[in-house]
């Protein structure tokens, strides 16, 4: 036998191998009370849109399959207990000083992070849907202090470069396809939109095209100042 049919035989034997391996399945069980449980939850707790379409899954699961295998119900025991147990104890103190100033940052953050699925999905819904929704101590560090809401909030809170009625153009090198025969706009509005962008100086601010009536959003380090161009125009006419 050459060593071209010993290879082609090899082959042979390494497909036969994989293609005749059969997958494990995962156990499953019935849990009679889950779909109770599940109900409950949706009727209890204003749930996000992903958490309600994971507990509709495996609702569906359980009626079409006999079970849910014992990952599934451990992750909907973890949502259960998330929406339906009260705060831990040693937790009243953080309840009862979550105040205006915690309640925007967590704000701020959660709209950035409703921006870029899914990193914090269901922690920000509830953030911005429920008015009497208090995250613990660890949910609101998490949320906001990690590296990039810290950045968020940097611009956020950072003074605008520029104020209404301040002429400024568009750099070269921004991402908007924005066509202007002189590239002088003007601020209508200071922060229109929540930040959505981890870069430094991504204020967001509404501005007119001078030559035509569209208006536009875009980021603060995109923009520049138009003075001198103002000035020079000025003095042409």
């Known amino acids: ?5 010993e290879g082609i035989k090899g082959k042979k034997m390494d497909y036969d191998y994989y293609s005749s391996y059969a997958k494990i399945r995962q156990p499953r069980r019935i849990y009679p009370e889950i779909i109770i449980r599940i109900k409950r939850l949706k009727w209890k707790c204003d749930v996000s849109p992903n958490v309600s379409s994971f507990l509709s899954s495996i609702a569906a699961s359980h ?3 006999d079970g849910i295998t014992e990952k599934q119900y451990k992750a909907f025991c973890d949502i259960e207990q998330d929406y339906l147990t009260a705060l831990p104890p040693g937790d009243e103190d953080w309840n009862e000083n979550y105040d205006a100033t915690k309640r925007e940052t967590a704000e701020i953050c959660a709209k950035y992070y409703k921006e870029i699925p899914p990193y914090f999905g269901d922690l920000s819904y509830k953030v911005l ?4 929704f208090i995250p613990t101590e660890k949910q609101f560090k ?3 202090q990690n ?3 810290m950045k968020v909030l940097q611009s956020h ?3 605008p470069r520029f104020k209404v009625n301040d002429y400024v153009s568009l750099r070269k090198k921004n991402p908007y396809d924005i066509s202007s025969n002189s590239n002088i706009f003007i601020i209508l509005q200071v922060a229109p939109e929540p930040v959505t962008s981890a870069a430094r100086a ?3 601010y509404k501005i007119l095209t001078i030559d035509d009536t569209d208006t536009h959003i875009v980021e603060e380090r995109f923009l520049k100042s138009a003075m001198r161009h103002i000035l020079k125009l000025n003095r042409l006419t």
């Open 63 to 65: 009626e079409k399959y």
């Open 157 to 159: 809170f950072a003074s």
């Open 202 to 204: 991504s204020k967001k």
């Open 147 to 149: 590296k990039y809401s």
């Open 129 to 132: 849907n429920s008015e009497d």
């Open 142 to 144: 998490s949320l906001t």
């Open 1 to 5: 036998m050459s060593s071209c049919q």
